[in-house]
């Protein structure tokens, strides 16, 4: 379910989620390889690097004020798609994201809300489609996606995302 919110781009709520995760690899492909991966903070042994070793057991989590910050860099310009997060709110409770901005742009200095979305409880693998609300705007062009997480669940401070990942057109 989708509304638009005052200030017109999209939001979504989303619920539930997937515990296997299905993303059509004829027409997209993973594109996180290609880029830098930082984020605003973390506690010692949850890394970024966590975000992005296909375990699910792993986690990357916060260390600080909100809102927590994952900023995914590319030397070249990108065509984006779909972001996907794996979050567990049976495991994590108030440490599981609630509302959800993405951002895109050149660099930090031009990062602009392409999506903002509401999560409810979720557990699995989470889809977010960037593309805009015209037909033809398929996928997001840009050098710099960042993800931020503006709350948690049951106003928890810190956050845990277990695993993120971005998909663009295959060429």
């Given at each position: 379910?989708?509304?638009?919110?005052?200030e017109?781009?999209?939001?979504?709520?989303?619920?539930?989620?997937?515990?296997v995760?299905?993303v059509?690899d004829?027409?997209?492909?993973e594109?996180g390889?290609?880029?830098?991966w930082?984020?605003?903070?973390?506690?010692p042994g949850?890394g970024?690097?966590s975000?992005?070793?296909?375990n699910l057991?792993?986690y990357w989590q916060?260390?600080?004020a909100?809102p927590?910050?994952?900023?995914?860099?590319?030397?070249?310009?990108?065509?984006?798609?779909?972001?996907?997060?794996?979050v567990?709110?049976?495991?994590?409770e108030?440490?599981?994201?609630?509302?959800?901005?993405?951002?895109a742009?050149?660099?930090?200095?031009?990062?602009?809300e392409i999506?903002?979305?509401e999560?409810?409880?979720p557990?699995?693998?989470?889809t977010?489609?960037?593309?805009g609300?015209?037909?033809?705007?398929t996928f997001?062009?840009t050098?710099?996606?960042?993800i931020?997480v503006?709350?948690?669940?049951?106003n928890?401070?810190?956050t845990?995302?277990?695993?993120?990942k971005?998909y663009?057109p295959r060429p």
């Amino acid at each position: 379910m989708a509304t638009d919110s005052s200030e017109g781009e999209e939001e979504a709520k989303l619920t539930g989620g997937n515990k296997v995760l299905m993303v059509d690899d004829n027409d997209l492909r993973e594109l996180g390889k290609k880029a830098a991966w930082t984020v605003s903070s973390c506690k010692p042994g949850n890394g970024v690097s966590s975000l992005r070793d296909d375990n699910l057991d792993t986690y990357w989590q916060s260390d600080g004020a909100q809102p927590h910050l994952v900023n995914v860099q590319f030397q070249k310009k990108v065509k984006l798609q779909l972001v996907v997060l794996y979050v567990d709110f049976k495991l994590d409770e108030s440490y599981t994201p609630c509302k959800i901005s993405i951002r895109a742009g050149d660099g930090f200095h031009n990062l602009k809300e392409i999506k903002a979305v509401e999560l409810d409880k979720p557990t699995g693998w989470v889809t977010i489609c960037l593309s805009g609300n015209d037909p033809r705007e398929t996928f997001v062009n840009t050098f710099m996606l960042q993800i931020a997480v503006l709350s948690n669940h049951v106003n928890g401070r810190d956050t845990h995302i277990r695993q993120i990942k971005v998909y663009g057109p295959r060429p």
